[in-house]
């Protein structure tokens, strides 16, 4: 008998190929799961009129966690009745933390010695998705709670306390004091409670300009949801890009695991897809079940293979995913 159940949800495009692909690793690896297959997405929507149906709320509540492929949030006037998968379903299961490694991989062009965390709240700000339009004027409600903010600031005050015991708070407090204030105050009076973390807050232009000049000064960096999407997409690209970013959204109950990166439509199909990132966000899913070891496994087989190659397209290399696939499980 399995000793895990997963939901497993391809989502569009080259989610169809790089949640089989970390499939077949995590079965090479001797990850002992039953898979409960779940459909969400624009392309479920275009054929169904939603993008989450019941059947799929089943499978996230009656399994241990759930690994997500890659979601199509198409640009412009929003489709009628339609609501990004991945948002809905943060928002549904109040998967508050998204949590985003950035660390330092054996691929082209990498900044060496990068090994930093960024917390995203994952339920409010701007991505409340509250506009509305009068003529040519159009607004859009940021959201921030004192009860939000202090869930997502114990959440990166405990990890920081599990790493260097350095947390850095992202803010624009200094144009938006009513609402990043309450952000940035929350977060500091409680950190005040948490004996031997250090803690220092930056504004987030300025953080931006500092992850580039030097990423190493960072451990955990905590902010709210716009500036989580955006930053967390700059790192990844010190490291190597969205083809190896990886993250997790985590609550109280339930975990979603999901590759940084969209759906690709521009090469879905083609068997081209890289799955480094799905396969390291099965990573953060192992060791977020406590399967620490499998975890470390997997991620070293990837390196190695990131290191001697096959390498996919977007890291320079000419492998499909079937070839970079077979080369990590024999790395195993």
């Known amino acids: 008998m399995a000793k895990y159940r997963i939901c497993s949800i391809e989502g ?6 790089v949640i089989p692909a970390t499939r077949r690793l995590l079965d090479a690896a001797g990850f002992s799961a039953e898979y409960v297959d779940a459909e969400a997405g624009y392309e479920y929507y275009l054929d169904h009129g ?3 149906p019941q059947a799929t709320y089943d499978a996230v509540e009656n399994t241990d966690a ?3 492929g890659a979601a199509t949030s198409p640009s412009g006037e929003k489709p009628p009745g339609f609501s990004g998968a991945i948002r809905h379903l943060r928002q549904k299961y109040g998967l508050y ?5 950035t660390k330092t991989r054996p691929v082209p062009g990498a900044y060496e010695n990068v090994d930093l965390v960024i917390v995203r709240e994952n339920t409010q700000g701007l991505y409340v998705e509250q506009e509305r339009r009068y003529g040519d004027v159009a607004i859009a409600d940021t959201v921030i709670t004192g009860e939000a903010s202090l869930r997502i600031g114990k959440y990166a005050a405990e990890l920081a306390m599990q790493r260097g015991k350095k947390l850095t708070v992202v803010h624009k407090a200094n144009v938006l004091p009513v609402t990043q204030g309450l952000f940035l105050n929350t977060i500091l009076d409680h950190t005040k409670t948490v004996e031997g973390l250090s803690v220092n ?3 987030v232009d300025n953080a931006a300009m500092q992850l580039v000049r030097n990423p190493r000064q960072f451990d955990v960096l905590v902010m709210t949801n716009m500036f989580g999407d955006i930053l967390s997409d700059l790192a990844a690209g010190l490291v190597g890009g969205l083809g190896i970013a990886a993250s997790g959204n985590v609550g109280d109950k339930f975990g979603i695991f999901e590759s940084v990166h969209g759906s690709a439509p521009d090469i879905a199909g083609q068997g081209v897809s890289n799955p480094t990132a799905t396969m390291l966000a099965a990573v953060l899913m192992l060791d977020q079940l406590g399967d620490h070891e499998t975890a470390k496994r997997i991620d070293n087989a990837v390196n190695k293979v990131l290191t001697e ?3 996919t397209r977007d890291l320079g ?3 499909g995913t079937k070839e970079f696939t077979d080369a990590v ?4």
């Open 309 to 311: 190659g096959p390498r």
């Open 329 to 332: 499980i024999a790395a195993l």
């Open 201 to 203: 807050t930056m504004i």
């Open 12 to 17: 569009d495009g080259i989610g169809h190929e």
């Open 317 to 319: 290399g000419t492998a």
């Open 50 to 52: 939603t993008s989450v």
């Open 66 to 68: 759930t690994l997500f």
């Open 97 to 101: 933390a998204n949590v985003r490694p």
